[in-house]
């Protein structure tokens, strides 16, 4: 089984119209309702997450750099899909008035209207069939110079199994994934079990929640938070290989998004930080510390209960007692308080004396 690019049959080099070159219909950048969608929705998709303009403006200003083809195979009569490079023809096909600029892109307009040059023959490197290709993106893309994002990548291995692997028991497939990638089974398994979570709530059109943009999103980080087996587990998971996801909850998977990505006015998400995702994983073991995160987004809070409600009550005291310190030591520089300082005071005096008298009832007849 090849998987460099020595045993892939050397393609034939040809200039071809950019008339003749179609979109890659299972592009790993997109999924599949854009891919299988209207071209509109595809060029406003481009325009939107690829940084398109930059492309446009090089061609137009520079022309086409020939050590750049294409990578297309042959469909239908003297047609061609392009399965490398379709930003490039997006621009190309713009440049050439073939395809309208989006309403409202006044700058991609711009530059097509003053465009030097207006290429309409590009070369393009013929593969037989996409097979062959395939495994030349896996190498480039993957192990490669030019390498793709995580979910670029998450959506090609998947291309990958369902053209090479379908039927083969799940183990043999993650093995020959693995090898086609140069990585490990259980990085294969994760990478498609959290694709699978991406495109459960993509269906769903992210829930609908505000603020959960498909941009906002980082794969990389909800693949590793399935890799913590309390998050796994809260989403329904039996674990982070498991890739059908057939009990995945999707209220929970909605939780999940939203902790970790979706903006809090003008802070950053709940989970602030991926390396606060072991934090996450002990609260969601606990459904009192994971109310408390559903109702006031406090990772820290929720953290504290989630060692236990006696553990959480001595945290929040010693928080209070270095808050106090700090106010004791900017007092001397005060020369004088606030109006309220003193009322506020009194108030802090009288909940800290209700508390210590609690506390002391508890322990009295704890010791009964």
Excluded at 93 to 119: F, M, N, W
Excluded at 272 to 286: H, I, P, T, Y
Excluded at 292 to 311: E, F, T, W
């Amino acid at each position: 089984m090849p998987t460099h690019t020595d045993s892939v049959e050397q393609p034939a080099r040809e200039y071809l119209s950019v008339a003749v070159l179609d979109f890659d219909p299972h592009n790993p950048r997109f999924p599949d309702a854009v891919n299988e969608g209207g071209v509109d929705e595809l060029i406003e998709r481009f325009v939107r997450d690829e940084r398109l303009l930059e492309i446009i403006t090089s061609i137009a200003d520079k022309g086409y750099f020939d050590g750049e083809p294409l990578l297309v195979v042959r469909h239908g009569h003297d047609r061609y899909h392009v399965i490398e490079g379709n930003r490039r023809l997006a621009a190309l096909k713009l440049l050439t008035r073939e395809l309208s600029v989006p309403q409202g892109r006044t700058s991609i307009e711009d530059v097509c209207d003053g465009a030097k040059y207006r290429p309409e023959t590009v070369p393009c490197l013929v593969f037989p069939h996409e097979d062959k290709i395939m495994r030349y993106l896996g190498f480039r893309h993957i192990t490669g110079i030019k390498s793709w994002g995580s979910l670029q990548k998450a959506r090609y291995i998947k291309k990958m199994r369902d053209r090479f692997y379908v039927g083969q028991e799940s183990k043999i497939q993650m093995t020959a994934l693995a090898r086609e990638i140069g990585s490990r089974p259980d990085y294969v398994a994760q990478m498609l079990t959290a694709l699978n979570l991406y495109e459960r709530a993509e269906s769903k059109n992210f829930y609908n929640v505000k603020g959960l943009e498909p941009q906002e999103i980082e794969f990389a980080v909800l693949s590793t938070a399935i890799s913590y087996n309390n998050i796994a587990t809260y989403v329904g998971l039996e674990g982070r290989q498991d890739m059908a996801g057939a009990n995945a909850n999707d209220d929970h998977l909605k939780n999940l998004l939203s902790w970790m990505f979706v903006a809090r006015g003008d802070q950053k998400p709940v989970l602030g930080d991926s390396r606060n995702l072991k934090q996450l994983a002990a609260v969601v073991e606990s459904k009192a510390a994971t109310a408390v995160l559903i109702k006031n987004g406090n990772l820290d809070a929720a953290y504290q209960l989630s060692r236990g409600p006696a553990q959480a009550l001595s945290l929040a005291l010693k928080a209070v007692e270095r808050k106090l310190q700090d106010a004791w030591e900017w007092l001397p520089q005060v020369e004088t308080p606030l109006t309220d300082d003193e009322g506020l005071a009194e108030i802090i005096r009288r909940r800290a004396q209700e508390i210590r008298d609690a506390i002391k009832s508890k322990r009295s007849s704890g010791d009964e």
